[in-house]
């Protein structure tokens, strides 16, 4: 950018709406060549979008931090006053809102554009008149021209936000109080669009578009409104006169306020503006500031922030000592720190950030790194790490941040899910890496990554247009009101879709899920209640033939759902339609139909509970077949009573239960009855009796089910499948789920019965081969109980309870065990040949 001092400065300065930015796009046009910095990328948005309409836009250029269209033949840049190509030659230059050089944030990329950005023909600076005695100090020979605004701006007094006129803004300083303003407009005025600051131009457009277009009638807005977003705005309400300015809560300026007022009135017309009036709130406008906003008259600026613009990079020590260098003329201020500073200072106490930044080159790639922008605000310190990492990638190899790394992060934001503040954050994240795929020489393939970072912000941009014109606007309910006061509700037509979405004369306003009538959340309003009402009494019919569907339908079409913590219930079709409760046994559940079907008729309930019942009988019989057949032996009087002694309670247990409670039951079971329980598929373990095939995941869930409904509780947790070892859970109810489900107790751990009994064969086999006809001392391998995940504290669980004791151990000796001698234990079944592993195999194989 040409900085020759001969080429004339023309400062424009005035009020908003004066014309000053439509004055700097006709001049920059009537040159060969321009270029404008402008406070916001929203606003350099919008006038790159009118001076494309100009010139085509193979000849215009827009560069923001996070955004950049750069054509080959570009001649007029539309840019940020951060993104000015300072070292690029221009006809025509121009800085807007030049006044905040006074901002403490800001204010030194401002000052430093007014001293040093010249157009090679005509420089123009615009700005507010609190600026001209900054300009007669700093650039003395700037020509100096006044423009009065073109409407006049009246104080209205306070209102409240029911008696707002129609075209109205109201500024909030907070997002929490943007949000809270516009969902009451929503209640009391059918809607709002709302515009912030952190919004990008997609989402911003779409809200203004609204709003211009007369969707609805008001604007809830930050006080990013007063940096010249043209509307047709007839009147402005301040929600609160003041703001956090990121050290602390203030008044706002009289200049401040002139500027949000200011956006009141377009051209010939006229504007007011005021307060919103709020039960209980205090600190309205003074007499003083009326005056001065009405008439323009605001105490003059006296300085402004500055830092060095061009520092030397010979050196990170010659880079800090120049950007603290402090100003020469007296109406000069020294900036705060900055974030960029602040952040070079942090990284220049790592050692081997100074052993990479070694020469202009790499000082000066690090002071770019240090300027990315803190989007989402998380602060100098959080700001810093990334920052670090991203000039460690910067500073070795081929100087470019990883593909992998930067398309994970953002894959991680490259979803539309959660709500307006979610999608808000997702956005200031994406700024983020937006940014730094606009950096020319950070990725191997910049254009590709530019563009998905675009691609990406647009997505996330219409996903929250859509979620703050949900959220906020009600249009559907608005037509239905107009003509419900013309017809009556009863005589609103009403209709399902296949989807299942119920409209109420053309408008959604909820949807059937099963047989269950919901609300759209979107359709809020006050006289919804009347809607739903009408809606309910037209969908007997409906009702009725979705009942008569699901008592034809198939097996396929029902599922059980045991989500963990819930009651147990059955699913048709993907939707709840009855829940499981105590019955006349374990396997018999109560069918109880969920509320929804109250509105059957009598015969349509009944066939939709005899339908389920069936389907319940049916998927018992397929997945637990042998625990049916044993609780049908317990009940057949021609089985054995010794053996009905013993299957009634198994049945009663779900099919598992530990072998002592039963002993009197089994000492009653000869040799006969063994191998027909064993024909049954019941295992007479050492230390419980068991079905295996019940141990199967599917068979787990049903018996836990089951057992939840019979109890009148919630289902619990399952066990992880294929589990063979878990810790004890401290929770009661989830200690009986698991030992229900086949675990047993062993101190800190459970473990499968089927698991325990094959450690209690090998145990038994290891101690018949090791000693003289089982006496004495011997070493089980532990082989299999560490591979199954046991720990030695529960394997010694284990062997107490089959029975053996410890013996004397010998230092560096694997622990020994013996028979305790109180009673003869059950001889276990022989284990299979093999080592303790082929075992281990063997059983994953029954599995």
């Known amino acids: ?16 709406n004066t014309g000053k930015t439509h004055l700097a796009i006709e001049r920059m046009c009537g040159h060969s060549s321009g270029a404008i910095g402008f406070p916001l990328r929203l606003l350099a948005r919008e006038v790159y979008e009118r001076v494309v309409a100009i010139k085509g836009p193979e000849r215009v250029a827009l560069i923001t931090g996070e955004e950049k269209i750069l054509p080959e033949h570009a001649r007029w840049f539309c840019c940020t006053a951060e993104s000015m190509p300072i070292d690029r030659e221009f006809a025509f230059v121009a800085l807007d809102e030049a006044q905040l050089g006074a901002d403490p944030e800001r204010g030194h990329v401002f000052t430093d554009r007014l001293l040093r950005a010249r157009g090679r023909d005509e420089t123009m600076i615009l700005g507010s008149e609190t600026l001209r005695p900054m300009l007669r100090q700093l650039v003395p020979d700037a020509e100096i021209i006044g423009r009065p605004r073109f409407s006049t701006l009246t104080y209205a007094g306070p209102a409240k936000l029911s008696r707002l006129p129609p075209r109205s803004v109201i500024v909030a300083f907070s997002s929490e109080e943007v949000y809270a303003v516009a969902e009451m407009l929503r209640r009391l005025r059918g809607g709002a669009a709302v515009v912030m600051g952190a919004l990008s131009p997609r ?6 578009a609204m709003f211009q277009a007369g969707e609805v009638d008001y604007l809830v807005a930050t006080d990013a ?42 051209h010939q017309r006229d504007g007011t503006f005021g307060t919103l009036a709020v039960e209980g709130g205090r600190g309205g406008f003074e007499e003083e500031e009326i005056d001065a906003i009405e008439h323009h008259h605001f105490p003059p600026l006296d300085f402004l922030y500055w830092r060095n613009g061009a520092p030397d990079f010979h050196s990170i020590d010659a880079l800090t000592g120049s950007l603290e260098r402090r100003p020469q003329s007296p109406v000069l201020r020294m900036a705060p720190e900055a974030v960029d500073l602040a952040v070079l200072r942090r990284l220049t106490e790592e050692s081997w950030v100074r052993d990479r930044a070694r020469g202009a080159t790499l000082v000066k790639r690090l002071w770019a790194a240090c300027g990315l922008p803190d989007f989402r605000k998380t602060g100098a310190e959080p700001h810093s790490r990334l920052v670090a990492r991203i000039f460690r990638h910067l500073s070795e190899g081929t100087g470019h941040i990883p593909a992998p790394w930067f398309a994970d992060e953002i ?10 503040e979610t999608l808000a954050d997702r956005i200031a994240a994406a700024r983020t890496w937006a940014y730094i795929a606009h950096r020319a020489d950070w990725l191997a393939d910049q254009a590709k990554w530019a563009e998905r970072t675009r691609l990406l912000e647009e997505k996330l941009s219409d996903a929250l247009h859509q979620k703050l014109t949900q959220r906020f606007v009600d249009r559907r309910t608005a037509v ?29 306003i909820g949807r059937l899920e099963g047989f269950r009538f919901k609300a759209d959340h979107l359709a809020r309003h006050h006289d919804m209640k009347r809607l739903m009402a009408a809606a309910e009494r037209r969908l007997g019919g409906e009702l009725a033939r979705r009942a008569k569907l699901l008592a034809a339908d198939g097996d396929p079409a029902f599922s059980l759902d045991t989500d963990a913590g819930r009651p147990v219930a059955i699913f048709w079709r993907g939707d709840i339609v009855a829940r499981l409760e105590r019955g006349r046994d374990l396997l018999t559940p109560r069918i109880a139909l969920y509320k929804a079907l109250d509105a059957l008729a009598p015969d349509d309930r009944k066939a939709v509970a005899e339908r389920l019942a069936r389907w319940i009988a049916f998927e018992v019989d397929r997945v637990l077949k042998p625990l049916a057949a044993i609780q049908t032996a317990a009940r057949d009087p021609t089985v054995p009573p010794p053996l009905r002694g013993l299957y009634a309670p198994l049945a009663e247990a ?39 095939a019940l141990l199967k995941p599917e068979p787990v869930r049903w018996r836990l089910a089951l057992a939840a409904a019979f109890d009148n509780g919630v289902m619990p947790a399952l066990p992880p499948t294929g589990a063979a070892a878990l810790p004890t859970p401290a929770d009661g109810d989830a200690f009986a789920a698991f030992a229900r489900a086949g675990y047993r107790p062993l101190g800190a751990q459970m473990l499968r019965v089927d698991l325990a009994e094959r450690l209690a064969r090998i145990a038994h086999d290891r101690r018949m081969s090791e000693t003289e006809r089982g006496r004495g001392a011997f070493a089980p391998d532990p082989a299999l109980a560490t591979s199954l995940g046991l720990r030695p504290a529960s394997f010694a669980q284990l062997m107490l309870a089959l029975g053996f004791r410890p013996s004397e151990a010998t230092a560096n000796a694997a622990p ?15 284990a299979r040949p093999g080592n303790a592993f082929a075992a281990l195999a063997a059983i994953r194989a029954d599995e």
């Open 1 to 16: 950018m040409s900085r020759l001092t001969a080429s004339p400065v023309v400062a424009v300065l005035g009020p908003t």
């Open 203 to 208: 989402t911003r457009n779409a809200q203004v």
């Open 225 to 266: 409104i007063g940096m010249g977003l043209n509307m047709d705005v007839a009147h402005v309400a301040f929600a609160s006169l003041r703001k956090f300015d990121g050290k602390r809560a203030r008044r706002l300026t009289v200049s401040e306020m002139a500027q949000i007022a200011g956006r009141a009135g377009r």
């Open 411 to 420: 894959a991680r934001l490259d979803s539309v899910q959660g709500d307006v």
């Open 480 to 508: 239905l009101m107009r003509d419900l006061g013309a017809r009556g509700v009863d005589a609103l037509p009403v209709t399902v879709a296949e989807d299942g979405a119920v409209a109420v004369d053309g408008e959604t």
């Open 654 to 692: 779900g099919g598992i239960a530990p072998r002592q409670p039963l002993d009197a039951a089994i000492a009653g079971v000869d040799r006969d009855m063994r191998q027909k329980a064993a024909k049954a598929g019941l295992k007479l373990g050492t230390l419980d009796i068991y079905i295996p």
């Open 816 to 830: 020994r065990w013996t028979w305790r001698g109180a009673r003869r234990p059950r001889r276990p079944e022989p």
